[in-house]
Nanobody, 124 residues
Framework: QVQLVESGGGSVQAGGSLTLSCEVSGDIYNLMAWFRQAPGKEREGVAVIGRLTGSTNYADTVKGRFTISQDKSKNMVYLQMNNLKPEDTAMYYC???????????????????WGQGTQVPVSS
């Protein structure tokens, strides 16, 4: 069993920055990702990091603005978000997969466990 707890969400103005945190407890994971879901839209993969390799990947919409990182000693995963835009407004979720294919990272069914989400409203 794995438990994920997100924190760090909150209102921010366009152009601003925010860092989301995800505390991971329980079994060891293979992949950790951040997803987001805006009202009326499908859940979208934002960024992924491999636990062992540290390899990362990003959605095209956030490349160059968002950075995913991990601190394995603290079992924490972070999402640094810079130059936020109104279209980044969404509920953000962290998710982990105990055994997964990296190439399928954008697919929600890849992940076994999800956090409860943290809201990020970006105002113009």
């Amino acid at each position: 069993q794995v438990q994920l707890v997100e924190s760090g969400g909150g209102s921010v103005q366009a152009g601003g920055s925010l860092t989301l945190s995800c505390e991971v407890s329980g079994d060891i994971y293979n992949l950790m990702a951040w997803f987001r879901q805006a009202p009326g839209k499908e859940r979208e993969g934002v960024a992924v990091i491999g636990r062992l390799t540290g390899s990362t990947n990003y959605a095209d919409t956030v490349k160059g603005r968002f950075t995913i990182s991990q601190d394995k000693s603290k079992n924490m995963v972070y999402l640094q978000m810079n130059n936020l835009k109104p279209e980044d407004t969404a509920m953000y979720y962290c998710a982990c997969a105990s055994s997964a294919v990296y190439s399928r990272w954008v697919n929600p069914p890849t992940y076994n466990y999800w956090g409860q989400g943290t809201q990020v409203p970006v105002s113009s």
